[in-house]
Nanobody
């Protein structure tokens, strides 16, 4: 059974930085797409960034975070990181990571929440 565990959330002032981690266990291998979503109460879940891990690596970002957030991977394990710089109050939310085997990152699907596996989330609060 695939499990995802996020960490790294917290409270930070506007302009600050945080680094989120998502560790996956139980995944047997093969190309996959790992993404970060965020949701604030009363708002829809929003895709923030995604990374495809296969023969090559590709990344995608929401327009609202381009130039400020960077998604990356750990080469030794199924882990993704979300480095968040120049944080704004509107970045506040519960950040969850998701994983889907195969290439769902492509074709504009990366930001749609139809992933098979989800973590519990880590709260980010920017004031």
């Amino acid at each position: 059974q695939v499990q995802l565990v996020e960490s790294g959330g917290g409270s930070v002032q506007a302009g600050g930085s945080l680094r989120l981690s998502c560790v996956a266990s139980g995944y047997s291998g093969g190309p996959y797409c790992m993404a970060w979503f965020r949701q604030d109460p009363g708002k829809e879940r929003e895709g923030v960034a995604a990374i495809f891990i296969g023969r090559r690596t590709n990344t995608w970002y929401a327009d609202s975070v381009k130039g400020r957030f960077t998604i990356s991977k750990d080469n030794a394990k199924i882990t993704s990181y979300l480095q968040m710089n120049t944080l704004k109050p509107e970045d506040t939310g519960m950040y969850s990571c998701a994983l889907e085997p195969g290439g769902r990152c492509y074709g504009g699907s990366w930001s749609r929440p139809g992933y098979g596996y989800w973590g519990q989330g880590t709260q980010v609060t920017v004031s």
